[in-house]
């Protein structure tokens, strides 16, 4: 008890101290019947054409990407599918598997000021979940291609932020936008983004979303 009493203690000089930078997750949706192809959001900005994701390479690094939608290029072709269920214009990992790790090279490290994550299905593929991980790497020992059940921490990667989009109750369908930034600055210098996305539910093997685009914008 006198453990905890002290932890509690230390939280709140933690807290009332803080100045500290912070990574913020803003979570945007809307619903099927008032979501459009141009993807508004009220807290997320509408996805970009010439954001330094357009110039970075995506590859799959683990997973099986679902035949039935995109590849790897739909994420950063600066396009968005015209209606709510249109594979071909998204990417998404194969059916029944319980999804996969991306990974985004850039030529150089550069200042990341922001990573937004754009996603729309009328049902359980609409909302998103993932860890993203950021490195330069140049760490000893750094693993460009971490596998599952390899803790990317552990070898050169830094966790930059976990999102959970599923809503607590009701219909999960629609238009997701996701926007990661930092409260005091920008999110940190990388040159690799790994995003570790899984599945939305286990109920049928419908459970990987259908990502439209993947933003990262540079502090210039
Ligand atoms: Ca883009
Ligand atoms: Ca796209």
């Not at 979501?35 to 970075?56: G, H």
């Not at 930059?160 to 989009?165: E, H, P, S």
Request: glycine letters at 10%; one cysteine or more.
């Amino acid at each position: 008890m006198k453990n905890h009493i002290l932890t509690m203690g230390a939280a709140i000089l933690l807290l009332g101290g803080s100045a500290r930078a912070e990574i913020k997750v803003t979570v945007d949706h809307r619903e099927n019947s008032d979501a459009t192809s141009s993807f508004k959001f009220k807290n997320v900005p509408a996805p970009a054409k010439d954001d330094a994701a357009a110039k970075a390479s995506f590859t799959v690094v683990d997973g099986e990407q679902d035949p039935a939608g995109g590849d790897v290029t739909k994420l950063n072709d600066g396009k968005l599918p015209s209606e709510e269920d249109e594979p071909a214009e998204n990417f998404f990992f194969n059916a029944g598997t319980e999804g996969g790790r991306l990974k985004v090279s850039f030529d150089e490290a550069i200042t990341i000021k922001q990573i937004n994550t754009y996603s729309w299905h009328p049902s359980t593929r609409g909302p998103q979940v993932y860890k993203v991980y950021g490195s330069d790497g140049a760490a000893e020992g750094f693993n460009a291609k971490p596998k599952p059940g390899t803790d990317p921490e552990k070898c050169g990667w830094k966790l930059i932020a976990k999102v959970d989009t599923r809503p607590k109750g009701g219909e999960n369908g629609g238009q997701y936008g996701v926007s990661i930034t930092d409260s005091d600055g920008p999110v940190g210098k990388y040159r690799y983004l790994l995003f570790d996305m899984s599945r939305t539910e286990t109920d049928d093997d419908f459970g990987n979303t259908f990502y439209s685009e993947i933003d990262v914008i540079e502090q210039k």
